[in-house]
Every structure is written in structure tokens, then in C-alpha cells.
């Protein structure tokens, strides 16, 4: 004979009385509570972009820490030590952060395909409380080349607001998702490398080196007057980083301190680099 | 003071500060609501997340007055129950119903245990085992109702307005979901594994 599955007297009758009352067996329904599982308050609250999530990426600048929501990536960060990620991130965005095991697997592909230059990868980011000028000056600064690099003027003069220079650097000083979008890439105006906010000027020479490009003999081309590269085959003058400009051999190599040199001499503005924007020749 | 009538009045002023609150105090319910009538955890997980998405969502295009005279609890489970008949829809035609051998598995059964000795523990786990498996053999739209009323504690009326029953229709529902259910849990004592295996299949 089989043994009964549960013979326990109670057991036969918590649910044998009559209905009506609050009896036991709705007493032992109200019973089926659960607790919430940690992943659907948290999911949820990183979903609707009201917490985030962080995890680390290897990047040319050693570890870096990439937190996102349900927007999108929200903020990017050295993270040599995760403590000050943490306490940059709790300074600058203030919102929940809990740390995970990995970056989700399309967001670490996107990041890495920009950083390794492809600029036709679809990264979300979420850029929310920040002004449509700083929208404006990332979206922008995005547009640049892996390996190129433009001055702070390009970016004002490229958006429209070719007087607010000295804004474009403060906006870009407060870019939330730096490598991603490369503020690496823009300079000063008279050739000098600038600030960066992962580290100053050496790291932002770093991360140029990885792009290929010789921060150092830029800076030192610059201050020999050689602000512009023009073809002596093409006709046309661009800006030193431009990849038309590096295609030049150095026999068809024609320096310029100034645009306006270059134009004088029968050279035009290459269309890709528009080296027009932010000189003093803008309009 | 209902504490949900503070909650609406602080998610009126400040949406996205007070939500979290929302998250904290509804979560478990949500949860336990899809997780009772759907018995498969991360279903339940993944609709009581959308649930509580949703309802952001839903309370982002609602204007001041509507999110304070908002009954929050009901709501909430209405959100919640539909998505998760709509998930038990999709899947009716393409797995059936799945017993709650995961979720013992996943280490959430059971809530709480209410001390004494381990024997005694034991079967108390045993018992919301066998109900929680019991309801599940219910017939759907007998079991959104018991779980609304009677897991949830949602009035009868509360629990039509959700399911978009007459109260009538609901207050039949329940009266027969118990019955079932004291039915099946009496029969089930006095049977050997097999035939259990029988009724839940």
C-alpha cells in the first residue's frame, strides 16, 4: 500500500471548514506572500533610469568603470580604485549605484567599437538634466575621427556658436561619458593638447597615442607654425590630424601657419576636416 | 492613516524621488501576485518588474489631481494581473503548466519560518507547498480572483475593477476557487504521490 503523501490530523483539517468567516485556509492563502526578489526593485529602478548600474572595461588608461540605465550609459570614470568611482559618481550624479560582475554584453561591444573607432555603432546614452548647449558640444565632438583631433573653436563654430569657445571647453569638461565621447579629441587652438578630465594632459596623450596619433609632434609642429597641411597635388588645405592630411606625401607637404595663407596661395578648405571652422576666416 | 495616500501625494509631487518608496512597499505584492498565478519565477519576476514600469510610466502622464486621488494598491495589482494573464496567454499553447519544483529550487519558498520545532517547520513549508500547487491547478480566471482577494486582500470590489468582472462574477469566482481548493487539498491527503501527480498534470 502506498504511505499517504500527508496524514498529519492538522493538516486534514485547516481546510475542511466551512466557508464564510475569514477561515483558516484564507488565513493560510494571505500565507502565500513572497518577498520580492532583490533583481525586480533593482531592475525596475534601473530600467525607468532612477538607479544605475556599474562594472569595469579595460580601456587605454587601464580600468574604467562604465555605469548605465535603462536610458542608456549615464556616466564613465577611471576606475583604479572602485571607491572613488563610487564617491565620483554619488558627487556628480547622486543617483543609486550598485556594482555588477560585467558591462551587459551589446553595451560592452558598443563601447569597445567606439573606442576602437567606429563611429557607426548606436551607443544609448543618457543624457538627461544636461543643457541642449552640452548635448549640442557631445554630439558634435562625436562626429570627430578616431586619431584626429579639432580646437575647442571648431566644436563652437561647428554648433553655431562660434563665440562660445571658452563654454565648449567647460562643457566639455563636464562630459559624463568621456572616451565614448572622445573630448580627447579636442584641443586648443594654438596646438597645445588642453585638459582632460580623466587625468590631464598626459592621459589625454595616452589615450591619442592608442588612436595613433603623436600628441607630442603635434604639439611641437604647432608651436613651429604648422597649423595647417595643405596638397600640392589636391589643392586642398587641411587641418594637421585630418585623414586626408595624413595621406600626404612629404614632397606634396605644404605647412600653413595660417588659413588664410593656405587660401591666398590657392588652396581650398578641405570639406571633411572644414578646417575654416573656428579660424579666424569663419564667417 | 492608509500609508498609500501619503505615497500618492508624495509620487504627485515628486515623481521620480518618491517612486523608489513605491518600489519598496509593493514590490513583495506584485511579486507574490504574478508568482501565485503564473508559478514560474522568472515569469513572475519579469512581470512584476514591467508591472512596476509600467506604472511609472502610466503615472508620468498623469496629472497632479489623478496621481493623488490614485487608490494605489488596487491599481498596482490591476497592472500587475493583466500583464501577467496576457504572459499565460501567450504561453497557453506552448508549455503547460509548470509545477513549483523551480521555486523550491530558487530557495523562495518558503517567506518565513514561524519557529518551533523543525518538524513542526517543516510542515508548515509542506502546507504552503501543497496550496501554493493547489492553486495553481485552478482554473486561470478562478485563480486571479483568489489571488487578488485573498493572497493580495483586495476587496471584492477592488479585485472586479482589476479583472474588469462584474462583482458578482468575482464574489462566484472565489466561492468556487475555495471550495476547489479545500476540495483538492483534502483529496490530496488521503492520496498516494501518483494520482497527485494526476490532478496537477
Redesign the interface.
Known amino acids: 500500500m502506498?504511505?499517504?503523501?500527508?496524514?498529519?490530523p492538522?493538516?486534514?483539517t485547516?481546510?475542511?471548514l466551512g466557508?464564510g468567516a475569514v477561515g483558516p485556509?484564507?488565513v493560510?492563502?494571505?500565507?502565500?506572500?513572497?518577498?520580492?526578489?532583490p533583481?525586480?526593485?533593482a531592475?525596475?529602478?534601473v530600467?525607468?533610469g532612477?538607479?544605475d548600474e556599474w562594472a569595469e572595461l579595460p580601456s587605454p588608461l587601464g580600468p574604467i568603470g562604465v555605469a548605465w540605465n535603462g536610458n542608456g550609459v549615464s556616466w564613465i570614470d577611471r576606475a583604479d580604485d572602485p571607491n572613488v568611482f563610487e564617491e565620483r559618481y554619488a558627487a556628480r550624479v547622486g543617483r543609486?549605484l550598485s556594482r555588477t560582475s560585467s558591462v551587459p554584453e551589446r553595451t560592452a561591444k558598443a563601447v569597445a567599437a567606439r573606442l576602437a573607432g567606429d563611429r557607426r555603432v548606436r551607443i544609448p546614452l543618457d543624457f538627461r538634466g544636461r543643457t541642449a548647449f552640452e548635448i549640442a558640444v557631445w554630439m558634435k565632438t562625436l562626429e570627430i575621427p578616431r586619431g584626429e583631433v579639432r580646437p575647442y573653436g571648431w566644436i563652437a563654430a561647428e554648433i553655431g556658436r562660434p563665440r562660445a569657445v571658452r563654454a565648449v571647453g567647460t562643457a566639455l569638461a563636464k562630459n559624463p561619458v568621456p572616451l565614448v565621447v572622445p573630448c580627447h579629441r579636442v584641443v586648443r587652438s594654438d596646438g597645445t593638447i588642453g585638459q582632460y578630465s580623466l587625468g590631464g594632459s598626459e592621459a589625454k596623450r595616452t589615450v591619442l597615442a592608442a588612436e595613433g596619433l603623436d600628441a607630442l609632434r603635434l604639439e611641437a609642429e604647432a608651436r613651429a607654425g604648422q597649423r595647417y597641411v595643405a596638397s600640392a597635388t589636391t589643392r586642398i588645405v587641411c587641418l594637421p590630424t585630418c585623414h586626408h592630411a595624413r595621406r600626404i606625401t612629404a614632397r606634396h607637404r605644404r605647412p600653413f601657419a595660417s588659413l588664410a595663407d593656405a587660401l591666398e596661395a590657392g588652396f581650398r578648405a578641405c570639406r571633411s576636416c572644414r578646417p575654416a571652422s573656428g579660424s579666424s576666416l569663419a564667417a | 492613516m492608509d500609508p498609500d495616500i501619503a505615497l500618492a501625494a508624495r509620487l504627485a509631487t515628486d515623481l521620480?524621488r518618491a517612486?523608489?518608496s513605491l518600489?519598496?512597499a509593493h514590490?513583495?505584492?506584485?511579486?507574490?501576485i504574478a508568482?501565485?498565478y503564473l508559478g514560474v519565477?522568472s515569469d513572475a519576476?519579469e512581470v512584476?518588474?514591467d508591472a512596476?514600469?509600467r506604472a511609472?510610466r502610466a503615472l508620468a502622464s498623469y496629472d497632479h489631481d489623478r496621481i493623488r486621488m490614485l487608490r494605489v494598491r488596487p491599481w498596482l495589482a490591476a497592472i500587475t494581473i493583466n500583464l501577467a494573464r496576457n504572459r499565460r496567454r501567450r504561453q497557453a499553447d506552448r508549455r503547460p503548466p509548470t509545477p513549483l519544483e523551480p521555486l523550491v529550487a530558487a530557495g523562495?519558498?518558503p517567506?518565513q519560518s514561524l519557529g518551533g520545532s523543525p518538524p513542526a517547520v517543516a510542515?508548515q513549508h509542506?502546507?504552503?507547498r501543497?496550496?501554493?500547487e493547489a492553486?495553481l491547478v485552478l482554473p486561470p480566471a478562478t485563480r486571479a480572483a483568489?489571488v487578488l482577494r485573498?493572497?493580495d486582500?483586495l476587496s471584492v470590489a477592488e479585485t472586479a475593477a482589476a479583472l474588469g468582472r462584474p462583482e458578482g462574477t468575482v464574489k462566484a469566482q472565489v466561492?468556487r476557487g475555495?471550495?476547489r481548493?479545500?476540495r483538492d487539498?483534502?483529496a490530496?491527503?488521503?492520496?498516494?504521490?501518483?494520482s497527485?501527480k494526476e490532478l496537477t498534470a
Open positions: 502506498n504511505s499517504p503523501v500527508r496524514t498529519s492538522a493538516s486534514r485547516v481546510f475542511q466557508a485556509l484564507e493560510a492563502l494571505r500565507d502565500l506572500a513572497l518577498p520580492a526578489p533583481e525586480v526593485k531592475g525596475a529602478l530600467r525607468l532612477l538607479a543609486p | 521620480d517612486f523608489p518600489v519598496d514590490a513583495g505584492r506584485l511579486y507574490t508568482q501565485r519565477p519576476e512584476a518588474q512596476l514600469v511609472h523562495l519558498e517567506r510542515e509542506e502546507e504552503r501543497r496550496l501554493a492553486l483568489v485573498h493572497v486582500g466561492h475555495l471550495a481548493l479545500r487539498l483534502a490530496e491527503t488521503h492520496t498516494d504521490p501518483d497527485t
